[in-house]
């Protein structure tokens, strides 16, 4: 059992006391899955078939992308979309390119409940589609472009935004991410760096001395995306 408290286990992945099942194998906040199925049967009236691809991560499982993107079993990609090899890269090179596309774990907005990804399931379907979560496909032509579109139209209107709307030198651009901004706001102004350096300290996570030195620049940059 760890020493941190509930809330900072469910801020950091450490707990699903603050989640709902939603659809099948997702969970969201107890608090947005209302909000989320509102949204859902509104885009459905515009014939947008909105559904989620990934929801909640516990840290376990992110700290397993992590390591296998850091020791290079997983690829790790340019901001172009072009593939790197990590056997050539820094460590330091490996911790942001793997932060462009990948949270740290413990620092994973998926994590929060609030933030979730989505896509047009039907449009999909009906192109033949195997759904990579790359911006194009959700840019003109591409089968989730109707959906993207909407997003940015209403999303607001009930509760919703695109956090990495825009790339500023963080996380890339990822029209697909949603979250639920009051709650997700509340999480972030309560974000505690210290809760995060212990349990990273204490996890089997690869480019660990690099990222406890920079820790606070790193989820300043990356999971606030607030720029370098």
């Known amino acids: 059992m760890?020493?941190?408290?509930?809330?900072?286990?469910?801020?950091?992945?450490l707990s699903e006391a603050h989640l709902v099942p939603i659809g099948n194998n997702h969970f969201l906040h107890k608090n947005?899955?209302?909000p989320f199925i509102e949204m859902q049967d509104a885009a459905a009236t515009q014939h947008i078939d909105m559904q989620i691809c990934s929801s909640f991560r516990n840290f376990d499982k992110q700290l397993s992308i992590w390591n296998r993107k850091f020791s290079g079993e997983l690829p790790l990609y340019t901001l172009q979309n072009t593939e790197l090899l990590a056997s050539e890269l820094s460590e330091q090179e490996k911790i942001h390119a793997i932060m462009l596309w990948s949270a740290m774990p413990g620092a994973s907005r998926h994590h929060w409940g609030t933030d979730f990804d989505v896509y047009d399931r039907a449009s999909v379907h009906a192109q033949k589609h195997k759904l990579a979560l790359i911006p194009s496909e959700y840019e003109n032509g591409g089968p989730c472009e109707k959906l993207s579109k909407w997003i940015i139209q209403y999303a607001s209107q009930f509760g919703f935004y695109l956090p990495y709307a825009n790339y500023v030198g963080g996380v890339a651009r990822e029209p697909w991410h949603l979250s639920y901004k009051s709650e997700a706001t509340s999480?972030?102004?309560g974000f505690v760096i210290d809760e995060l350096y212990s349990q990273l300290e204490q996890a089997d996570i690869l480019g660990k001395e690099l990222i406890l030195q920079q820790l606070p620049r790193l989820v300043k940059?990356?999971?606030f995306n607030l720029g370098p």
């Open 2 to 13: 760890n020493a941190f408290n509930s809330r900072a286990n469910e801020v950091m992945g």
């Open 32 to 34: 947005v899955a209302l």
């Open 187 to 189: 999480i972030q102004e």
């Open 221 to 223: 940059q990356y999971t």
